[in-house]
C-alpha cells in the first residue's frame, strides 16, 4: 500500500527556535497534503491544505507566519513551526492524497512529537 | 459547522467479547463517515468508510459500521475482539466532497487478555 513518511518521529527544541518537519508520499504523487495538529487526548485538528505548486490554505485561528507550509514538489510537504514556544507542543500528523482521488485515497504519516523547553 | 462527538474515551472489553465504538457527527447534508485506527507512535489507518449506499460497511480487519441517519450516528463493530485490536479509534466526517476531514476527539481500547 502507499507509505506516508513524516520525519523527525520526535523532536525537542528550545524555546525561540525554528523546527522543521517533513512529509513525503513514499510511491506516488501526492497534489494535496493536509497537516493535522493533535493535542493529549484531543481529536485532530486540521491546521492546514497544501497545494502542489501554490500557498497553503490555512483553517481559521491558525497563524501562517508561525506554521509555514511548503510544498515545493509532489512528493514532499514541509512545516515549520517558527519561533517555537511551549505552547506549540503537540503531535503533529501529515496526510497526502494522491492526485485527483477522494479521500478514500488518503494516507497518514506516523507523526511527529514537538516538545518545546 | 460539522462535528463529531465520540462520547466514550476509554473503553476496555474482553478478548472475544463484542465491541461497540460510538459515533454521532452533526452536518447538514449527506456525510462522509469514516473510521481509523491509530496505534502508538503510528499513523491513522483507514478502517472503513461511508459515502452512499448500503448502511452497513465492512472494513479491514473484521470491523463494520452501520450508518443511522435518523440517529446521526456511524459506530463502529466488532464481534469478537483480539487483543492486538488495542489502539486509539477515531471517527471522522469529511465536508467538501470529502476534502477535509473532522475528527472525534476517539476512544482509547483495551483489551484485557
Known amino acids: 500500500g502507499a507509505v506516508v513518511s513524516q520525519h523527525p518521529s520526535r523532536v525537542i527544541c528550545k524555546s525561540g527556535t525554528s523546527v522543521k518537519i517533513e512529509c513525503r508520499s513514499l510511491d506516488f504523487q501526492a497534489t494535496t497534503m493536509f497537516w493535522y495538529r493533535q493535542f493529549p487526548k484531543q481529536s485532530l485538528m486540521l491546521m492546514a491544505t497544501?497545494?502542489?505548486?501554490?500557498?497553503?490554505?490555512?483553517e481559521q485561528g491558525v497563524e501562517k507566519d508561525k506554521f509555514l507550509i511548503n510544498h515545493a514538489s509532489l512528493t514532499l510537504s514541509t512545516l515549520t513551526v517558527t519561533s517555537a514556544h511551549p505552547e506549540d507542543s503537540s503531535f503533529y500528523i501529515c496526510?497526502?492524497?494522491?492526485?485527483?482521488?477522494?479521500?478514500?485515497?488518503?494516507?497518514f504519516g506516523s507523526g511527529t512529537q514537538l516538545s518545546v523547553l | 459547522a460539522q462535528s463529531v462527538t465520540q462520547p466514550d474515551i476509554h473503553i476496555t472489553v474482553s478478548e472475544g467479547a463484542s465491541l461497540e465504538l460510538r459515533c454521532n457527527y452533526s452536518y447538514g447534508a449527506t456525510p462522509y463517515l469514516f473510521w481509523y485506527v491509530q496505534s502508538p507512535g503510528q499513523g491513522l489507518q483507514l478502517l472503513l468508510k461511508y459515502f452512499s449506499g448500503d448502511t452497513l460497511v465492512q472494513g479491514i480487519k473484521g470491523f463494520e459500521a452501520e450508518f443511522k441517519r435518523s440517529q446521526s450516528s456511524f459506530n463502529l463493530r466488532k464481534p469478537s475482539v483480539h487483543w492486538s485490536d488495542a489502539a486509539e479509534y477515531f471517527c471522522a466526517v469529511g465536508t467538501g466532497g470529502g476534502n477535509k476531514l473532522t475528527f472525534g476527539t476517539g476512544t482509547q481500547l483495551k483489551v484485557e487478555l
Open positions: 496526510s497526502a492524497r494522491p492526485g485527483g482521488e477522494s479521500n478514500e485515497k488518503l494516507f
Open positions: 497544501s497545494n502542489e505548486g501554490s500557498k497553503a490554505t490555512y
